[in-house]
């Protein structure tokens, strides 16, 4: 009986200590984290949310970011009251990725011609969140935007608005968790999955089969990416085809989902007393739609008309790109002159606090 245990204990450190060894070198060789957008310290810049429909949110732990999970300075609530509160809720281009600073990003921009403009107390408020789509900016309404009693809202659109999200949720969480904390697991999986091998013969096959795999960061994976587009400009976007998709988050995909959300958006905002203007990349053909559901409209594409849009960053040829800081100025600007036209500033809390 003691040989067998001896026997048991002697396999045991054969197989573990090779397996430690190798988790010890890596985490050495491999000092800086090997997911994207990870600090040194190992805080990512997104975190897995408690709400379903967020699925995922913004750090307050990373910088630029205030404990309220917005691209802002810290904000008091109850004094937000003395100011005309404008919030916008969007994805990468409201939270405005290519500038370095939070005062460049368009709703920053924004409040500050509106402060030029009218000598009025102004707050603008960024709920902007990279790759959401408009069933996260639709919960982002209910869940955060309507709490802190906006005077104004502003709902910006992107052709993905209609596709799953950047990162969603692993379906199994523990391994998730497992494979992302090991060091040695999680690099050797990268470097395999997104080699050219791996993208030529598995990358397509783990996102239709094991999306859980395609590993982002503790509690987060990559969605499965387009392959339908026919449209060159509309191809690097996450998926909206079902089959790519999660069945859990069928909901949030397609052209009737979106435009329920839209109508939606635009009758909780109605029930609320506050007005609403739908900005970004909104076509002609699509005008009746946010029209129809109570918002006013000011899209990009008026903003910039008779504008090329590359001199701003933006490249319509590639729909994922974005404008640089000249840019978000520039729609800052326009929104300033458009809102102050088409919208009454006075302090109207006695309509968006009564509920």
């Known amino acids: 009986m003691r040989k067998k245990a001896k026997h048991f204990l002697f396999m045991l450190i054969m197989y573990i200590l090779p397996v430690l060894s190798i988790e010890l070198l890596a985490r050495i060789l491999f000092a800086q984290p090997v997911m994207p957008s990870i600090l040194p310290l190992g805080i990512?810049?997104?975190?897995?949310?408690?709400?379903?429909?967020?699925?995922?949110?913004?750090?307050?732990?990373?910088?630029?970011?205030?404990?309220?999970?917005m691209?802002?300075?810290?904000?008091?609530?109850?004094?937000?009251?003395?100011?005309?509160?404008?919030?916008?809720?969007?994805?990468?281009?409201?939270?405005s990725v290519q500038s370095?600073?939070?005062e460049d990003s368009f709703p920053a921009r924004l409040e500050y011609h509106l402060k030029a403009l009218t000598g009025k107390k102004i707050k603008v408020l960024n709920f902007g969140v990279p790759g959401y789509d408009m069933h996260?900016?639709?919960?982002?309404?209910?869940?955060?935007?309507?709490k802190l009693k906006p005077n104004l809202l502003i709902l910006q659109y992107c052709i993905n608005d209609e596709h799953i999200s950047n990162l969603i949720q692993p379906k199994y969480k523990w391994l998730n968790y497992a494979i992302?904390?090991?060091?040695?697991?999680?690099?050797?999986?990268?470097?395999?999955?997104?080699?050219?091998?791996?993208?030529r013969h598995l990358l397509s096959y783990v996102e239709r089969y094991f999306p859980d795999l395609l590993l982002y960061s503790p509690g987060l994976v990559g969605a499965p990416w387009s392959q339908d587009e026919k449209d060159p400009a509309h191809a690097p976007h996450p998926s909206r085809s079902k089959d790519l998709v999660p069945v859990r988050y069928h909901d949030f995909i397609g052209?009737?989902?979106?435009e329920r959300d839209v109508k939606s958006f635009g009758e909780l905002s109605k029930n609320a007393g506050i007005p609403t203007l739908a900005t970004g990349f909104i076509e002609d053909e699509d005008r009746k739609l946010y029209e129809v559901s109570g918002f006013k409209v000011h899209s990009f594409f008026q903003i910039f008309r008779g504008r090329d849009m590359r001199n701003y960053g933006y490249d319509p040829s590639n729909t994922a790109s974005h404008f640089a800081e000249s840019g978000y100025d520039f729609i800052g600007k326009a929104l300033a002159d458009f809102i102050n036209a088409n919208f009454s500033l006075s302090q109207r809390y006695e309509l968006s606090t009564a509920k």
């Open 44 to 69: 990512t810049g997104y975190i897995p949310s408690n709400s379903f429909k967020l699925i995922y949110e913004l750090n307050p732990l990373y910088p630029g970011i205030n404990s309220l999970g």
């Open 255 to 258: 052209r009737e989902n979106l």
């Open 136 to 146: 996260q900016e639709l919960e982002v309404l209910q869940a955060k935007a309507l």
């Open 100 to 102: 370095a600073k939070r």
């Open 180 to 199: 992302s904390q090991s060091v040695a697991l999680s690099r050797v999986w990268e470097r395999v999955l997104y080699s050219e091998f791996g993208e």
């Open 71 to 95: 691209r802002d300075d810290e904000i008091d609530p109850s004094t937000l009251h003395e100011n005309f509160v404008i919030a916008v809720i969007g994805d990468s281009h409201t939270y």
